[in-house]
């Protein structure tokens, strides 16, 4: 099945992959989306079948987008942080194309989130610097310069006190350190001070899973940036991966 003005996206997270066909107008899923767990060790060939499975169940027959928890330059793995070290300079949208007969194009999941917020999100989003953040199992950033992407910032590797900031103020890093939400929260507003200092941005979205719940956590940063909640929350990854789909 294809629908003109329809387009399949693929949101791959570190624990699960999600997808649905989007309606390119409006940026809303047209039907529910599926989750399947991300497999362990998530392999290029494993993964690969998750994305097959993904799209039969939803019975998609045209071209897909796909939103990657890593840097992704042409379609090639350029990092490996949070998946299988056996990514690391494979061209991906090759393997998927093979795997699934369709064609595949790839981007980074955070960049996909905020091309998505960009298109239907908030006017602000469409004007000067704006910073997407996701927070998740990492912390995934997307730079916009007047609504232009700047691919592959990677600011969740941003070394702060020591180590990568998403080891930190990952989403994941809250469970993994058994850490109420508001000291959650002032890691994130640690985070948020610290880029806000390098890029002065006009506004910052946030998106990943914590923004199912920012009411938890948000009132823990008090930086004089804007910040918006991404207007999708969870699905701005999907959402953005179906508007680069070929
Ligand atoms: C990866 C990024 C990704 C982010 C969110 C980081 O560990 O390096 O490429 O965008 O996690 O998934």
């Not at 064609?103 to 091309?115: E, T």
């Not at 200092?197 to 004089?224: C, H, M, N, T, Y």
Request: glycine letters at 12%; hydrophobic letters at 45%; aromatic letters at 6%.
């Amino acid at each position: 099945m294809t629908t003109t003005g329809h387009a399949f996206g693929i949101d791959i997270g570190g624990s699960g992959m999600k997808a649905a066909p989007v309606d390119l107008a409006t940026g809303e899923l047209v039907s529910e989306r599926y989750r399947i767990d991300t497999p362990q060790p998530a392999t290029p060939e494993a993964m690969a079948e998750v994305v097959i499975e993904l799209v039969r169940h939803h019975g998609w027959t045209g071209s897909v987008g796909c939103a990657f928890p890593a840097v992704v330059r042409n379609g090639i793995v350029g990092s490996a942080a949070n998946i299988d070290e056996s990514w690391l300079r494979v061209d991906a949208d090759r393997i998927f194309t093979e795997a699934l007969g369709q064609q595949v194009h790839m981007i980074n999941d955070a960049d996909a989130a905020g091309l998505a917020e960009v298109r239907f999100g908030p006017e602000a989003a469409r004007h000067g610097v704006v910073m997407m953040l996701t927070f998740g199992t990492g912390i995934g950033s997307g730079l916009f310069i007047d609504g232009t992407l700047v691919p592959n910032t990677e600011l969740g590797h941003l070394e702060l006190d020591g180590p990568d900031a998403e080891l930190r103020a990952a989403a994941s890093a809250r469970k993994r350190d058994d850490l109420t939400w508001e000291q959650w929260g002032k890691r994130v507003h640690h985070y948020l001070e610290h880029v806000e200092a390098l890029f002065s941005p006009d506004l910052f979205i946030i998106g990943g899973g914590a923004s199912k719940r920012p009411e938890r956590w948000l009132d823990q940063v008090d930086i004089s940036t804007e910040i918006v909640v991404a207007s999708m929350a969870n699905n701005a990854g999907i959402v953005g991966a179906a508007l680069i789909a070929p």
